[in-house]
């Protein structure tokens, strides 16, 4: 059971422009949902994380958009720059005492110069 | 702090061998996490202990595979009787309280 669906696959911007990347969960006990990064040869790495008490969180060019309704968000990555080429994962799990992570399949993301 | 520590980094047996994989979390860290990355099926959660009691094997293959956390300092990740399908990067990971933080991974080649 998938229980976080990412997309797209792959996306390629110019630099300078904004990449989005999506994902959307099943589970309405998740309430924590981080983005992590993770370049070649790497492993993942925490990028950005929002709680639904809130339906937005920046952190530089970094925006997570959320909504919990329709049980999606959104990591947006404005002036993409061609160093933000990377494979991005969306996670999500319940928190708690218990918590793991569950991942959606990533988006590969290049920026082209 | 040299975050999550693991080895080896890498690792190629026979089929059929046994594989032992090693994990040193984020000393101070509660919670130790394994999880399974391949390209067809992305990051897959193994297993999870906290404060070295196993809290959940879900996603393990029941028959071959076992894990276990002897000590704060370190966790196992053993694979018997290696098939090809399990050829993938195994990466460990520890966190306190949500954040949780990798390790570089061992990539496992089953030939």
């Known amino acids: 059971q998938q229980q976080v669906r990412q997309s797209p696959q792959s996306l390629t911007v110019w630099e300078g422009e904004t990449a989005i990347l999506n994902c959307s969960y099943e589970d309405s006990t998740f309430d924590y949902f981080p983005w992590y990064h993770q370049f070649p040869g790497e492993s993942p790495a925490l990028l950005i994380a929002?709680?639904?008490?809130?339906n937005k969180k920046e952190d530089g060019r970094f925006t997570i958009f959320f909504n919990k309704r329709e049980k999606k968000f959104s990591l947006h990555i404005a002036d993409s720059q061609p160093g933000d080429s990377a494979t991005y994962f969306c996670?999500?799990?319940?928190?708690?005492?218990?918590?793991?992570?569950?991942f959606g399949k990533g988006t590969k993301l290049s920026v082209k110069s | 702090n040299a975050g999550v520590i693991q080895t080896p980094r890498h690792k190629v047996t026979g089929k059929g061998q046994e594989a032992t994989l090693w994990c040193e979390p984020i000393s101070g860290h509660s919670a130790v996490f394994w999880y399974r990355q391949t390209i067809v099926q992305g990051l897959e959660f193994l297993t999870y202990f906290r404060n070295q009691a196993p809290i959940d094997d879900s996603g393990m293959p029941k028959e071959r595979f076992s894990a276990q956390m002897p000590n704060q300092s370190h966790s196992t990740l053993k694979i018997q009787s290696t098939q090809p399908q399990d050829s993938a990067v195994y990466l460990c990971?520890?966190?306190?309280?949500?954040?949780?933080?990798f390790g570089k991974g061992t990539r496992l080649t089953v030939v």
């Open positions: 929002i709680r639904p008490v809130s």
């Open positions: 990971a520890s966190s306190f309280p949500s954040e949780v933080f």
């Open positions: 996670a999500a799990d319940s928190g708690g005492s218990n918590a793991k992570l569950t």
